[in-house]
């Protein structure tokens, strides 16, 4: 990363994480030791909070706690959407049939999902994902949720905006098949996959995407582009 | 009800009733005032059952509390399947981890879900229903469930075996145009809907159920059964 930055090259972390403000993801990757800032992260309750503003809709949030405060500036009177992140332990019965009376009130339901994730393991276990009650609500209300986040493309071209740069200028490095490489790729970019965190061997006979390259690690990446520039 | 009974015709309920036992359910009707025993009902957690026992599937059960007996005689010890039924304030987040834990960790996930509502009106408002979550799980588990209750054909056609009729000399009657109309017709019954209960006008113009004819409350359905015996 160190090195990356160094070089002059623009850079931008673009992460699925709905359990937590940027402030907060951020601060647990500068504990690790990453030289990373706020302003450098592409996460997608920001990117839904553009939406919001530009189409003037007022959610009603089913989100994780720790996520509410990066809505703090949208006005959440009189819902005419639903914003559905991994709400984690705030998934209840009752909570889940709120957001649906909302939903199902309105003339047209406008569901927003920050990712389509079906599932992810931690250390007591595997969870199921947003994607798993965005698909519940999606069925209950006959509609089609709006999905920011990793794969979006839209997801991919907010943070080129952010950067300032075309997609053939940009790489995608990550270490998810379909959300990182499939996304990126999809939207004009070449994209890197790293055989590390996600990735698994199958990956490399994935049905539909497939990286313009391999990398064992993010060092080996970034050495390639350095050396390329 | 009491005019079919006597005319010698054979009558069976063909409830999707899964959030109490059969003897509960007919409890309650009798208390209404109907003329009705255990044996004449026709029910998804009984035809479960029967599905569970031919092929030697032990379920992981994620159902209302008051279902459960109906599972009573079916070995549950390290499931091979879950059956989801609706239930309710059972629908925790723990619950459905951990009945998608149970399923993504078999080699071929078998889920058997005892209805496809999308959602059901209660005093206290309108709830989500079985299917909901059952598409969370299809989702996560990347599994089509095996439906049981009405609309399935094979639900129909226990019912006809447990009568001893052929679907040509059966007759549905309901109030639901695609679960109780339509999934009677594709099994070869004919069937009336009902202007009561779930009825709504516009399920006249509904966009591939057609009933074969309409009436506007049960009486005037035996009344036309009656005058054609």
Known sequence: LNRI?????K???????????RENFVKKLQGLGFDISVDEVTAPAPAACRILKERGLRPHLLVHDDLIPEFAEIDKANPNCVVIGDAAENF???????????????EKPVLISLGRGRYYKETDGLKLDVGA???????????QAEVV??????????????MGVTPQEAIMIGDDIVNDVGGAQQ????????????????????????????????????DIILQQL
């Not at 986040?149 to 952010?162: C, I, Q």
């Open 149 to 162: 986040g990793k794969p979006a493309k839209m997801f991919f071209e907010s943070a080129l905006v952010e």
């Open 11 to 21: 850079l931008r972390f673009c992460t699925n994480e709905t359990q937590a403000t």
């Open 187 to 222: 939207c004009g970019m070449r994209a890197v996959q790293v055989r590390t965190g996600k990735y698994r061997p199958c990956d490399e006979n994935h049905p539909y995407v497939k990286p313009d390259a391999y990398v064992d690690n993010l060092a080996e990446a970034v």
């Open 133 to 143: 009650y965005m698909k519940a609500l999606e069925y209950a209300c006959d509609v």
């Open 5 to 9: 930055k160094a070089s002059g090259l």
């Open 92 to 106: 209840t019965y009752a909570n889940l049939n709120e957001a649906f009376r909302v939903l199902i009130g309105m």
